[in-house]
């Protein structure tokens, strides 16, 4: 296949060709582009051709992944993807602003601490619950539903212990069914519930409140506001020099049971209908919007999607409890909670469009209409993303640019090597010896190799990428003090 990068004006914007089609929008340096595998170079094409598929973008932190790149926003009028959502539907960042000072964390003895305070409350790793902690909140069957349907509604968070107020910092606080309803919902989950496909539904639902394996972390930060950003820093929420909350989860295994579930089901009809995949990929399944397998998908990712905004919101109320037992008086707010595999309906050059991101973060600038009544109108959304412990992670806003990439940036460094290379190649006693050197304490008594800040892309490159294209601008630094994994080595991914 063809992977020349046709360039363009802007020395981070280039192009890829794809025959008889419109071409690939590429976000990166060269240096980036000379890194981008073969594997997901033949997916981007693959996913460009695909039916209904209209606009593909590939962004810096771009690899290999399910059928779709992860790194990649793919727009389509008339069909929905799973495979550029993924099996961790509506994975997510979300960011907690707490007014304690950055000298509190000082003290190794306090971030500790912490640490144990936070894991009373939150579990991490694949299949873990709420009963695998002590102080837990307890999530009924009656309340689970509730949560599927309506989100982080008021009555949700108030049996939850969420202020509600943190809703209005959520991209989306809630979804809707295909037919913009949420009794779609319910009536959804009662026939998945009836025909079988949810019989651990009970157990996903006590996963609330939990991260999963995998990339999922929680990891305290220090905020350094960059100059010259320190108005647009206040209208967000985030104080210089004090101490935040960053989290990277999403739906758990919630999540990856109605994703798997959607997937089994569009092969077996793709089989039984003798429709060729895009490609020869069996995960670039597809429906067509208005068919009964799309309103189901559709449906379904609402579900999850709708699991993984109370998972976060949760998750912060507890890290806020957890500080709040080590250092009273210690109070916080949400600065936002942002997702990156997740497909949403959208206005594209003034035509309703389903915009997927896979691994891929929405970037609404300052006026723009989807922040029409929200906090962010005048400024645009926080953008959250995540690098690495020792080099840091980042709060952005979105420019004018923004428009050229389907109004997304990345969602993070990206990988650099896979996770087997990654075990292979790294040594521990230096990984570990890194995090020491940058007096960074972990929950893990080694920290796991495939997540390495040397598996990753260099995040300063990538954030380069997006300033230079002119899609997003730095506002803060985040420095970490602490972080929560999951250092399970038996147990990856996010279910």
Known sequence: MNTTFTPTENPAISLLSVPGSKPITVIGSETIRNAFDQKCINQAINSRLSPGVTDLVLNPDAHGGYGAPIGCVMASPTHIYPGPVGVDIKCSMSLLQLNIPEEEMRDKKVRRAIINAICERTPTGAGKGQ???????????????????????YGVCEQLGIPFSWASHCEDSFHVGH?????????????????????????????????????????????????????IAEAFGLKHKKIAFLSH?????????????????????????????????????????????????????????????????????LVLEAFAEIIPGTEGHLVYFISHNIARKENIDDKETWVHRKGATRAFPAGHIGLKDTPFFETGHPILLPGNPRDGSAVMVAEKGASQSLYSVNHGAGRAMGRKAAMRSLNQGKVDASFDAHDILTNCRQYPLDEAPEAYKDFNEVLNSVNTAGLATE?????????????DKSLNGAA
């Open 249 to 317: 989860c999403g739906s758990r295994g919630f999540g990856y049971q109605l994703a798997h579930n959607q997937f089994k089901h569009l092969q077996g009809l793709f089989t039984e209908r003798g429709i060729s995949y895009p490609g020869g990929d069996k995960e670039l399944v597809f429906a067509e919007l208005g068919t009964q397998e799309a309103n189901d998908y559709i449906d379904d990712m609402s579900l999850g999607a709708n699991f993984a905004t109370v998972n976060h919101l949760l998750i912060n109320a």
């Open 131 to 153: 009963r695998s902690v002590r102080k837990s909140r307890r999530v009924s069957e009656a309340l689970g539903r509730l949560v599927a349907i309506e989100g982080a509604s």
């Open 179 to 231: 037919n913009d309803t949420a009794d779609a919902l319910g009536n959804r989950l009662d026939v998945l519930r009836h025909m079988g496909l949810f019989d651990n539904f009970v157990s996903k639902v006590e996963q609330l409140g939990s991260y999963g394996g995998g990339n999922h972390f929680g990891e305290c930060e220090v905020v350094k506001v960059n100059d010259g950003k320190r108005e």
């Open 475 to 487: 506002v803060a630094r985040l420095k970490a003090r602490f972080v929560i994994k999951d250092s």
